[in-house]
């Protein structure tokens, strides 16, 4: 079964930092693309970072210089290195990626989230 695993996440104080990790398993070939979203307490889930499949990267205006994110191609794994950690970042995170399998187009898989607190 292909699934992706989301860990890492927590309560942090401001200012601190946090890794989200999300690893592709079952029988895929790669991640082609991948993406984190976040979805705060009454809002939309709003993109917070995607990874192209040559690395190139792209980030809400809200983290951008604070969060990073990257990925091993090795592990099937992409990350989101979050520094500086504001209230505002609090939410639930999910990870979001195109997989490649050895035949047919790539498919979208959701990861099942993981919640961020930022609070003192």
């Known amino acids: 079964q292909v699934q992706l695993v989301e860990s890492g996440g927590g309560l942090v104080q401001p200012g601190g930092s946090l890794r989200l990790s999300c690893a592709a398993s079952?029988?895929?070939?790669?991640?082609?693309?991948g993406g984190w979203y976040r979805q705060a307490p009454g809002k939309q889930r709003e993109l917070v970072a995607a990874?192209?499949?040559?690395?190139?990267?792209n980030y809400a205006d809200s983290v951008k210089g604070r969060f990073t994110i990257s990925r091993d191609n090795a592990k099937n794994t992409v990350y989101l290195q979050m520094n500086s950690l504001k209230p505002e970042d609090t939410g639930d995170y999910y990870c979001?990626?195109?997989?490649?399998?050895?035949?047919?187009?790539?498919?979208?898989?959701w990861g099942q989230g993981t919640q961020v607190t930022v609070s003192s």
């Open positions: 979001n990626a195109n997989l490649n399998f050895l035949s047919g187009p790539p498919r979208n898989y």
């Open positions: 079952g029988s895929i070939f790669r991640i082609y693309t």
């Open positions: 990874i192209t499949s040559g690395g190139s990267t």
